[in-house]
């Protein structure tokens, strides 16, 4: 039997289309993409076409997109950029089910004297506006909410959240690392100065991102160096997993209509046949407002890691809570959502993806059925 992949949301394949498109970038068309001769030309076309591609997906300019080695990169370049350029302002504002791609860099910043508000959550992951407006003093610097979480899928209300920065004339960053490829994400209507996205999440390799930067809105880099992507990340560009990225945006525009309510569908399949199975099986995360390949189940009565044990090394989801040994610790979105301790014991992350079938989440739903029975 084939193995079954359900951690889309950890990372994707690269998609066929993708592949064909970032090849001839490490072939043919290798030039550095500073030279002036055709090699480099060449290359250079195939940068600024991404480029193009990127900010169509997001709705803005090129001149506004940055091209980054991933989420991670995006997430510090924003945080740490801000706290350096701030003439105003040394507090931050973020929230408490961040991915530690956000959460770490603004533990950095308080070593360093900024102060950092973590906004709570309530139990499905959702940020309430009223908060965000209280926590706003005249020293904030910047807000930054994910777009999706990543554990639970949940969708924030960003452009209210956004709204309610600007009218406070406080910049605004988003991580859309786990949305855009997956559902509409446009910068335009969310009116956010800063977003980030990370390519291996939609297909895309690993080791690439971007940054949107509305046009106006200043950082400080993070690394010193040539003046390669508006001397904001100096280094010689990785062209062909640039254009591995435009590229799956351009794969992802056309789908997203059908692809968010088929994995919808699958999902709804696989917590129904759950209980079906009588199984006592908790949807973590919102019911509606959430990723659509993102589904995460709390087994009553089980922890991870026996849910780990009865799927096999065959079918590949991740646990929704930490592993060391015998003890299971609660996730930290979880235990901002308030969940419930056992239930977020036993809480497992089925991410799914466009290759996902309806075979493939009735199997799961017999392994457990059989697995969880003993
Ligand atoms: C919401 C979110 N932000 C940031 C990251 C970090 O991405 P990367 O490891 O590609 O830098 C991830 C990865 O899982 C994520 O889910």
């Not at 799956?248 to 209509?257: D, G, K, Q, T, Y």
């Not at 015998?326 to 977020?344: C, K």
Request: proline fraction near 5%; include cysteine; glycine fraction near 10%.
């Amino acid at each position: 039997m084939n193995p079954i992949y359900l951690d889309y949301n950890a990372s994707t394949p690269v998609a066929s289309q993708v592949l064909d498109e970032l090849l001839p970038y490490l072939r043919n068309k290798f030039g550095n993409p500073s030279s002036g001769h055709s090699f480099g030309v060449a290359c250079r076309a195939g940068i600024e076409q991404a480029r193009e591609r990127v900010a169509g997906l997001l709705g803005c300019k090129e001149s506004e997109i940055i091209f980054t080695s991933g989420a991670t990169e995006s997430n510090n370049m924003v945080i740490k950029g801000i706290a350096k350029a701030a003439g105003k302002g040394k507090h931050f504002i973020t929230s408490r089910i961040e991915h530690p791609a956000v959460l770490e860099p603004c533990r950095h910043l308080e070593r360093f004297g900024y102060s950092v508000t973590y906004l709570p959550v309530d139990q499905f992951g959702m940020v309430d506006p009223a908060d965000l407006e209280k926590a706003i003093t005249s020293d904030t610097a910047l807000v930054t909410i994910m777009h999706s979480n990543n554990e639970v899928g949940t969708i924030q209300n960003i452009a209210e959240l956004a709204r309610i920065a600007s009218a406070r004339n406080v910049l605004f960053h988003s991580d859309a690392a786990q949305s855009v490829g997956k559902v509409r994400v446009r910068v335009d209507e969310l009116g956010v100065d800063f977003l980030t996205v990370a390519g291996h999440k939609f297909y895309a390799p690993k080791g690439i991102g971007a940054l949107y930067i509305r046009n106006g809105r200043k950082l400080l880099p993070l690394l010193h160096g040539a003046g390669h992507e508006r001397g904001l990340r100096p280094g010689t560009e990785n062209a062909a997993f640039i254009v591995g990225l435009g590229a799956a945006c351009m794969v992802a525009a056309p789908i997203l209509e059908n692809e968010g309510p088929r994995q919808m569908k699958l999902g709804k399949r696989l917590f129904e046949g759950l209980q079906k199975a009588r199984l006592k099986v908790h949807l973590n995360g919102h019911p509606e407002k959430k990723l659509p390949n993102t589904w995460n189940i709390s087994f009553e009565g089980f922890t991870a890691m026996d849910v780990m044990d009865a799927l096999g090394r065959e079918i590949a989801v991740s646990p929704g809570a930490a592993c060391h040994g015998d003890l299971v610790e609660p996730s930290h979105v979880l235990s901002a959502m308030g969940a419930d301790l056992s239930l977020a014991r036993g809480a497992i992350r089925f991410s799914l993806g466009r290759e996902t079938t309806e075979a493939e989440i009735d199997r799961v739903i017999e392994q457990l059925r059989k697995g969880l029975k003993k």
